[in-house]
């Protein structure tokens, strides 16, 4: 079992930037690969990042490519998401998420993923 928080969202103006957090507890954080999905009112789960165990992997979603930055450290049991030039359209509530992976193993599928956080809103304003 792993338990996951996010942490830091909130409303800012567009072209702002923002940090999100994700604390894990549980199993061993190393041993799985995470990611952030994003989930605005009235639309699917959409996919943010993801990065391997090991951090070494990473990609994105077309969406963020370019703006938003993942990262992790195993030793403190946490993943960041920077973001940078939000948009409006980047007002979401934001999740992160994990699964049991082998070394440089990352996925874009919502379904992949096991343990979630209970999110944090990001609201962007023009």
């Known amino acids: 079992q792993v338990q996951l928080v996010e942490s830091g969202g909130g409303s800012v103006q567009a072209g702002d930037s923002l940090r999100l957090a994700c604390a894990a507890s549980?199993?061993?954080?190393?041993?799985?690969?995470a990611a952030w999905f994003r989930q605005a009112p009235g639309k699917e789960r959409e996919f943010v990042g993801t990065i391997s165990r090991g951090g070494t992997v990473k990609d994105y979603g077309n969406s963020v490519k370019g703006r938003f930055i993942i990262s992790r450290d195993n030793a403190q049991n946490t993943m960041w998401l920077q973001m940078n030039s939000l948009k409006p359209e980047d007002t979401a509530v934001y999740y992160c998420?994990?699964?049991?992976?082998?070394?440089?193993?990352?996925?874009?599928?919502?379904?992949?993923?096991?343990?979630w956080g209970q999110g944090t809103r990001v609201t962007v304003s023009s």
């Open positions: 549980g199993r061993s954080f190393s041993n799985y690969a």
């Open positions: 998420s994990t699964f049991n992976a082998v070394t440089g193993e990352v996925s874009d599928n919502v379904g992949r993923y096991r343990y």
